[in-house]
């Protein structure tokens, strides 16, 4: 009985002592068509809490279509980080991606966007041409250190 007592109180500590970190990251996705250009995850409902810290966002992104008149290599991709705000929000960092040309491959990023608050957060992903014939979907993770 003591024994379980033991394991129990061990197994609480270790997930108090966890939880601070995984409050401190949040996962994201996103998809953008290829008759599209715009993705807004505060105008989706999708926004991210995140601690107080230095934030890295890291991710990948990839080509999933593209149609026959689809120009001869993707636009650029630009992912920005903004924090909500109650008067105007605030671009925190943006970082700009050209994907590659074969479909599914994965092209990585990762960037270091500054110290940043406490607060919610959210990601505005676009391409300069609305018309490009590419189709491009993303994922990664806002991490707060």
């Not at 926004?47 to 008149?69: F, M, Q």
């Not at 092209?107 to 676009?126: C, M, P, R």
């Amino acid at each position: 009985m003591k024994k379980i007592i033991r394991i129990s109180i061990a197994i609480v500590w270790l997930l108090i002592m966890a939880l601070p970190a995984l409050a401190n990251s949040s996962n994201y996705a996103w998809d953008m068509p290829w008759d599209g250009y715009y993705v807004n995850g505060k105008d989706n409902g999708i926004v991210h809490s995140l601690t107080a810290g230095t934030l890295t966002n890291s991710g990948s992104l990839w080509e999933y279509y593209k149609t026959g008149g689809a120009s001869a290599t993707p636009h650029d991709i630009t992912i920005e980080v903004w924090r909500v705000d109650t008067v105007i929000d605030n671009k925190i960092c943006s970082i700009t991606v050209t994907p590659y040309t074969t479909l599914y491959q994965q092209k990585y990023y990762s960037q270091n966007g500054g110290t940043i608050i406490a607060d919610d957060y959210y990601l505005v992903v676009w391409k300069n041409n609305d018309q490009d014939g590419w189709s491009t979907a993303g994922s990664g993770t806002l991490t707060s250190q």
